[in-house]
């Protein structure tokens, strides 16, 4: 979901790039004070690996795949501050060596991946993990939190995308959101797939109680916080807002039938139709987000049943 | 090798013997011109066309990377065309972005990676992140050739068994492999530390 | 008057963290000059021991360590100066090589150890010594794997070391470059230390070689009278070289 250039106007790129710029500035803040020195190397081959591992495929049904996207993996496996760091250089190189997702567009993209997947979801990875705890908490937190990364993601570049007039929100936001409902599905799989592959070879990497880069302070917690509420807030709640009400709807729709009226027989149903299909995308979207999060929430806890009495049982 | 990078950046022309802060700015200025202004697409296709001319780089081989990154593109673009005067929009759109795409092929097949990271280095990107992109242009396929060979030596193990199974496998051969580059990262530490790096 | 000690080890021991137990108390010295070749079979503990020599193992240097280099026992303080005596080439190029080009992979290690107005004379300096000059702006994925190897060894050079430690410097390399590898060898005057499978690089390089197994010394003595023996050889894993075999009167 790299967005390309020539997608987004001025506002929303210059949005975009101050916020994963102050997301890129605490992260390599807090890696400065609290990475070791040995790790250093590690978040170069971190990116290499979210690369590589991209580039196999998992086969989905009739001939086509998917692939790994990442984010919450390398939050899980080396803390949020480092996941950060590591997925903007993956998106840098993508853009520079690839020509994979716009260079200006690269603050959106990296706020809508590296920060709210990396950051977003380690959150989401954390109060899961605890709340179940052990090593059921690592794997529901971990498919729970890929869903909403791939999710989240993709309502954010629905709204800079309607932000920007390239395309309404009624129509972009259903488009993005029910195709990521589904792809988030494979992300929570693979996500889950892969944790499970490493801890049983080295537990030690995905001990949840001891990230890689290091824990983070209550300040940068609340700074993260804030520098996703406000992209939220910038990108997504001028749209989430401005649905209409009940009032306002009955009114349109009054209007619209006095238009209706007027305009030749064999058009209207059609042009009836499309209005409140696009009326009722958006909500219809929103509902089945809010469904697909408590089912996916009970099929990473399934998930984690299933998975757990094997890893246990088997010698390390 | 799987494939190559960035084939034609170390070929000899006139735009590729130019600084790559220059061409890097130029790249920039480029794309918000296109991006920003509604009418600047012809003078932004003119200087593309002379780049193209200029840096020797096979036409072909840009036509078929625009190609390969086109339809990424136009699936996002197509949304637009669903609202009053999309056709417009549309339209607009993919010609904007395909400059934008244009200028970025290019910017990356006359510049080596290695230059633009001085850049990067000299207008004081973090350390770190210089560093972190660095190892990561420089092991990409080191790991993806490692992913492969592993995903190969698995196939020919696994052959013909159900979905499931062969998701499993690839999710263990992803593991393994960060596993791997876990190892190969303290490795490298072990090879800067003998030469100095503390 | 016997040369300088150049690297000596006091009954080095060492247990990696899972508890195996990789050197159960290795000594001997190299003097200055020498060619001192490690054999033995595949775990036996010769990258274990080699990375001892710099300070890389063990994660917490002792007090008292078990290995000397110039006179300068390798502790914490001596890092830095131990580090810049001793040049280590790893087994891997891959990890070696770094940096996204041959210039600032090699630049690498004269820029660490601060003289920065000599890096670029260093540099040029040492990619002619391994026949490279004019490899500087290439990236290391582009190069053979013979290339690597002797970017690897330039990169070490270029720190002008005063022992040189090389880990199977000829693994993975096709006839011509492990010859060309052999002849770059020879003509590096520098006291070397090399551990490797390659007996014939024992026989036609090396002035001495001790053979380790199971993390002890086993034999050490001229290359010719160890690698001869055959009994000696087969009991640990390795074979008599066949450039030995018409040496031996039969």
Same mark, same amino acid.
């Given at each position: 979901?790299?967005?390309?250039?020539?997608?987004?106007?001025?506002?929303?790129?210059?949005?975009?790039?101050?916020?994963?710029?102050?997301?890129?500035?605490?992260?390599?803040?807090?890696?400065?004070?609290?990475?070791?020195?040995?790790?250093?190397?590690?978040?170069?081959?971190?990116?290499?690996?979210?690369?590589?591992?991209?580039?196999?495929?998992?086969?989905?049904?009739?001939?086509?795949?998917?692939?790994?996207?990442?984010?919450? @993996?390398?939050?899980?496996?080396?803390?949020?501050?480092?996941?950060?760091?590591?997925?903007?250089?993956?998106?840098?190189?993508?853009?520079?060596?690839?020509?994979?997702?716009?260079?200006?567009?690269?603050?959106?993209?990296?706020?809508?991946?590296?920060?709210?997947?990396?950051? !977003?979801?380690?959150?989401?990875?954390?109060?899961?993990?605890?709340?179940?705890?052990?090593?059921?908490?690592?794997?529901? !937190?971990?498919?729970?939190?890929?869903?909403?990364?791939?999710?989240?993601?993709?309502?954010?570049?629905?709204?800079?995308?309607?932000?920007?007039?390239?395309?309404?929100?009624?129509?972009?936001?259903?488009?993005?959101?029910?195709?990521?409902?589904?792809?988030?599905?494979?992300?929570?799989?693979?996500?889950? @797939?892969?944790?499970?592959?490493?801890?049983?070879?080295?537990?030690?990497?995905?001990?949840?109680?001891?990230?890689?880069?290091?824990?983070?302070?209550?300040?940068?917690?609340?700074?993260?916080?804030?520098?996703?509420?406000?992209?939220?807030?910038?990108?997504?709640?001028?749209?989430?807002?401005?649905?209409?009400?009940?009032?306002?709807?009955?009114?349109?729709?009054?209007?619209?039938?006095?238009?209706?009226?007027?305009?030749?027989?064999?058009?209207?149903?059609?042009?009836?139709?499309?209005?409140?299909?696009?009326?009722?995308?958006?909500?219809?979207?929103?509902?089945?987000?809010?469904?697909?999060?408590?089912?996916?929430?009970?099929?990473?806890?399934?998930?984690?049943?299933?998975?757990?009495?094997?890893?246990?049982?088997?010698?390390? | 090798?799987?494939?190559?990078?960035?084939?034609?950046?170390?070929?000899?022309?006139?735009?590729?013997?130019?600084?790559?802060?220059?061409?890097?700015?130029?790249?920039?200025?480029?794309?918000?011109?296109?991006?920003?202004?509604?009418?600047?697409?012809?003078?932004?296709?003119?200087?593309?066309?002379?780049?193209?001319?200029?840096?020797?780089?096979?036409?072909?081989?840009?036509?078929?990377?625009?190609?390969?990154?086109?339809?990424?593109?136009?699936?996002?673009?197509?949304?637009?065309?669903?609202?009053?005067?999309?056709?417009?929009?549309?339209?607009?759109?993919?010609?904007?972005?395909?400059?934008?795409?244009?200028?970025?092929?290019?910017?990356?097949?006359?510049?080596?990676?290695?230059?633009?990271?001085?850049?990067?280095?000299?207008?004081?990107?973090?350390?770190?992140?210089?560093?972190?992109?660095?190892?990561?242009?420089?092991?990409?396929?080191?790991?993806?050739?490692?992913?492969?060979?592993?995903?190969?030596?698995?196939?020919?193990?696994?052959?013909?068994?159900?979905?499931?199974?062969?998701?499993?496998?690839?999710?263990?051969?992803?593991?393994?492999?960060?596993?791997?580059?876990?190892?190969?990262?303290?490795?490298?530490?072990?090879?800067?530390?003998?030469?100095?790096?503390? | 008057?016997?040369?300088?000690?150049?690297?000596?080890?006091?009954?080095?021991?060492?247990?990696?963290?899972?508890?195996?137990?990789?050197?159960?108390?290795?000594?001997?010295?190299?003097?200055?000059?020498?060619?001192?070749?490690?054999?033995?079979?595949?775990?036996?503990?010769?990258?274990?021991?080699?990375?001892?020599?710099?300070?890389?193992?063990?994660?917490?240097?002792?007090?008292?360590?078990?290995?000397?280099?110039?006179?300068?026992?390798?502790?914490?303080?001596?890092?830095?100066?131990?580090?810049?005596?001793?040049?280590?080439?790893?087994?891997?190029?891959?990890?070696?090589?770094?940096?996204?080009?041959?210039?600032?992979?090699?630049?690498?290690?004269?820029?660490?150890?601060?003289?920065?107005?000599?890096?670029?004379?260093?540099?040029?300096?040492?990619?002619?010594?391994?026949?490279?000059?004019?490899?500087?702006?290439?990236?290391?994925?582009?190069?053979?794997?013979?290339?690597?190897?002797?970017?690897?060894?330039?990169?070490?050079?270029?720190?002008?070391?005063?022992?040189?430690?090389?880990?199977?410097?000829?693994?993975?390399?096709?006839?011509?470059?492990?010859?060309?590898?052999?002849?770059?060898?020879?003509?590096?005057?520098?006291?070397?230390?090399?551990?490797?499978?390659?007996?014939?690089?024992?026989?036609?390089?090396?002035?001495?070689?001790?053979?380790?197994?199971?993390?002890?010394?086993?034999?050490?003595?001229?290359?010719?009278?160890?690698?001869?023996?055959?009994?000696?050889?087969?009991?640990?894993?390795?074979?008599?070289?066949?450039?030995?075999?018409?040496?031996?009167?039969?």
């Amino acid at each position: 979901m790299h967005i390309p250039d020539g997608f987004l106007d001025g506002k929303t790129m210059v949005t975009g790039a101050v916020l994963s710029g102050c997301a890129l500035g605490l992260s390599v803040r807090q890696l400065r004070r609290r990475l070791p020195r040995r790790r250093v190397p590690l978040m170069g081959l971190a990116a290499a690996f979210v690369f590589a591992a991209q580039m196999l495929n998992f086969p989905i049904a009739g001939g086509t795949s998917g692939h790994l996207l990442g984010s919450v @993996l390398i939050a899980v496996l080396l803390g949020p501050g480092a996941a950060v760091l590591v997925l903007t250089a993956v998106l840098i190189v993508q853009c520079l060596v690839f020509a994979d997702g716009g260079l200006l567009s690269l603050g959106a993209n990296i706020f809508n991946m590296g920060v709210v997947g990396g950051v !977003g979801g380690y959150a989401i990875y954390r109060v899961v993990q605890k709340l179940a705890g052990g090593l059921r908490g690592v794997i529901m !937190g971990a498919a729970f939190a890929a869903w909403c990364s791939a999710v989240l993601a993709a309502v954010l570049a629905a709204g800079e995308l309607a932000l920007s007039g390239t395309a309404p929100w009624t129509i972009v936001f259903p488009a993005m959101v029910n195709v990521h409902l589904l792809i988030g599905l494979g992300e929570a799989a693979i996500t889950v @797939l892969v944790v499970v592959a490493i801890q049983r070879t080295r537990p030690d990497l995905v001990d949840p109680s001891a990230p890689a880069s290091g824990p983070l302070s209550y300040r940068q917690v609340a700074a993260y916080g804030l520098l996703i509420s406000l992209g939220l807030a910038l990108f997504v709640s001028p749209f989430a807002c401005a649905w209409p009400d009940g009032l306002e709807r009955v009114a349109e729709t009054l209007g619209f039938a006095h238009r209706a009226a007027a305009a030749p027989l064999a058009a209207a149903p059609l042009a009836e139709y499309r209005l409140s299909w696009v009326r009722s995308a958006p909500l219809a979207t929103s509902f089945a987000g809010a469904i697909g999060t408590v089912l996916v929430f009970l099929l990473a806890f399934v998930t984690a049943r299933v998975l757990i009495p094997r890893t246990r049982t088997e010698p390390r | 090798m799987i494939f190559s990078l960035d084939p034609h950046s170390r070929i000899d022309s006139p735009v590729h013997r130019l600084p790559a802060w220059a061409k890097l700015a130029a790249a920039l200025a480029l794309l918000v011109a296109t991006v920003t202004t509604p009418r600047a697409f012809i003078p932004v296709g003119v200087v593309l066309i002379a780049v193209v001319a200029l840096s020797r780089i096979p036409v072909l081989f840009l036509l078929k990377r625009l190609l390969l990154l086109e339809p990424l593109a136009l699936g996002v673009a197509l949304l637009a065309l669903l609202q009053e005067g999309g056709v417009r929009i549309f339209a607009l759109i993919v010609v904007k972005a395909t400059l934008c795409l244009l200028t970025v092929i290019l910017l990356s097949n006359t510049t080596p990676f290695a230059d633009l990271l001085r850049v990067l280095r000299r207008v004081r990107v973090p350390a770190l992140l210089v560093t972190t992109l660095a190892l990561m242009y420089r092991y990409l396929f080191v790991l993806a050739e490692e992913g492969e060979r592993m995903r190969r030596a698995r196939a020919c193990r696994t052959y013909g068994v159900g979905r499931s199974h062969a998701w499993k496998s690839l999710a263990s051969v992803v593991g393994r492999l960060f596993v791997r580059s876990t190892e190969r990262a303290e490795r490298i530490h072990a090879a800067m530390c003998a030469r100095g790096w503390r | 008057m016997s040369p300088p000690t150049a690297v000596e080890l006091r009954n080095l021991r060492f247990r990696y963290p899972d508890g195996a137990e990789a050197l159960r108390g290795i000594s001997f010295s190299v003097s200055e000059g020498e060619c001192v070749a490690l054999i033995g079979p595949n775990g036996a503990g010769k990258s274990t021991l080699l990375m001892h020599l710099n300070g890389i193992l063990p994660d917490r240097l002792p007090a008292v360590p078990a290995v000397t280099v110039f006179g300068r026992p390798v502790t914490e303080d001596n890092l830095a100066a131990v580090r810049r005596d001793v040049g280590l080439l790893f087994q891997d190029a891959d990890d070696q090589l770094f940096c996204p080009t041959v210039y600032e992979d090699v630049a690498f290690g004269p820029q660490q150890f601060g003289d920065d107005a000599s890096v670029p004379g260093r540099v040029a300096e040492a990619l002619g010594k391994v026949g490279l000059s004019g490899f500087e702006q290439r990236a290391p994925h582009h190069l053979s794997g013979g290339e690597k190897r002797r970017v690897c060894l330039a990169g070490v050079l270029a720190c002008t070391p005063r022992v040189l430690v090389l880990d199977e410097p000829t693994s993975d390399l096709d006839p011509r470059g492990k010859r060309e590898l052999k002849e770059l060898l020879r003509n590096i005057p520098t006291t070397k230390i090399i551990a490797t499978h390659d007996l014939e690089l024992v026989v036609e390089l090396c002035t001495r070689a001790i053979l380790i197994d199971g993390g002890s010394v086993v034999a050490d003595g001229p290359p010719r009278t160890l690698l001869g023996d055959e009994v000696l050889m087969l009991a640990h894993g390795l074979e008599r070289p066949h450039i030995l075999q018409h040496h031996h009167p039969h």
